[in-house]
């Protein structure tokens, strides 16, 4: 591999009426382009749309670089009224521009890379606010338009969502999974094999599992779930965009989040939180020994990514208690199942 050079993304977008980028798809991004393609598209520029003739001549490069499937895509976009571009991150910076920000979007749900796997500062202000409809991104400032040019034609525009983020099923959808609300799993989400996400779960961008898992809570961003662990119903993950500061959130293997339950400390392995209970980098835990007697009151800080705990809420007193969780809960092979 060439010194530096990242991933690359052959897309084809959508523009607004000034010729500004609101959207790109990459269908078949790929990590660590090789030395020839590199060498040959160095100079490229990430946020420009590409001529006829430019894609041509990116066909033959492509294929000249051995990067076959590439060379494909690029000769089925050739003839395409939409725009295209090809991005090459040479290495991995923040994204300047919206073909650059998608490009990073797609190597998180195509499981390129896994969350915080890759520099996504300055995301936010890269991307614009789009209205996304039944007939695509729309500008926010040529909606009005749109909904009367549809209304004089008989239609209605459906506007499914404003928002910076797209819903990822419309750019990628990886193998082994089950999603019942797709609007709620957003482009840039990781969701590995096995994983069930249930209608009122959510996964952010930069966060996700890394199956099989049942999520029906919220997977907040910068989030990482581990194999074999459940967010029941209503249960929630604090992201550091929520305030929780710089400590990178998250769940190792085999655990368990109840109902309405939720943690701003990152889990170890095989860990419990009961139904109702919401950990804070602050809550006061107190520690109970094998015979269940009381040794300290500590910050729940202080147990972050310690494996075989369970946190209960004592039905008495309303302290919150710890102790070492010897029968984590294990997942229902039937339930998880996507054949």
């Known amino acids: 591999m060439s010194d530096g050079m990242f991933a690359f ?22 990590m660590n382009p090789s030395p020839a393609l590199a060498d040959t598209l160095r100079e490229c520029d990430n946020n420009a749309a590409l001529s006829g003739a430019e894609i041509e001549a990116l066909e033959s490069a492509l294929t000249a670089a051995g990067e076959s499937s590439q060379a494909e895509l690029a000769a089925r ?4 009224k939409q725009p295209v571009v090809a991005v090459l991150l040479t290495a991995d910076g923040q994204p300047k521009n919206v073909p650059e920000a998608y490009l990073k979007l797609h190597l998180l749900s195509h499981r390129l890379v896994k969350p915080h796997g890759t520099n996504l500062e300055g995301l936010f202000g890269a991307l614009p606010n789009v209205a996304w409809t039944n007939e695509g ?24 969502c404003v928002d910076k983020f797209p819903k990822m099923t419309n ?34 961008f930069n966060a996700g599992t890394e199956g099989p898992g049942m999520i029906e809570g919220r997977i907040s961003a910068g989030v990482l779930i581990g194999a074999g662990s459940d967010l029941g119903g209503g249960a929630s993950t604090m992201g550091t965009l929520s305030g929780g500061g710089k400590l990178v959130n998250g769940m190792g293997e085999g655990c368990l989040v109840g109902a309405n339950g939720g ?5 170890g392995d095989r860990c419990t939180i009961e139904a109702g209970l919401y950990l804070t980098a602050g809550t006061k835990v107190t520690i109970l020994d094998a015979a269940g007697a009381a040794v300290e009151t500590v910050r729940a800080s202080t147990l972050a990514a310690k ?31 996507h054949n």
């Open 307 to 337: 494996s075989d705990l369970l946190f209960r809420r004592n039905s008495t007193t309303g302290a919150v208690e710890c102790l070492t969780n010897r029968s984590a809960v294990e997942l229902n092979e039937e339930l998880h199942a």
């Open 263 to 267: 943690t701003g400390i990152p889990l």
């Open 77 to 80: 976009f050739r003839h395409t």
């Open 171 to 204: 750019y990628v959808v990886p193998t082994g999974l089950r999603i019942a609300h797709t609007a709620r799993v957003r482009l840039g989400a990781y969701l590995g094999e096995g994983t069930t996400v249930m209608h009122e779960g959510f996964v952010n």
């Open 9 to 30: 993304g052959l897309g084809v977008g959508t523009h607004n009426s000034r010729g500004e980028w609101l959207e790109v798809y990459f269908p078949t991004p790929i």
């Open 137 to 160: 991104a729309v500008d926010i400032e040529e909606l009005p338009e749109r909904q009367l040019s549809a209304r004089l034609r008989g239609e209605v525009l459906e506007v499914s």
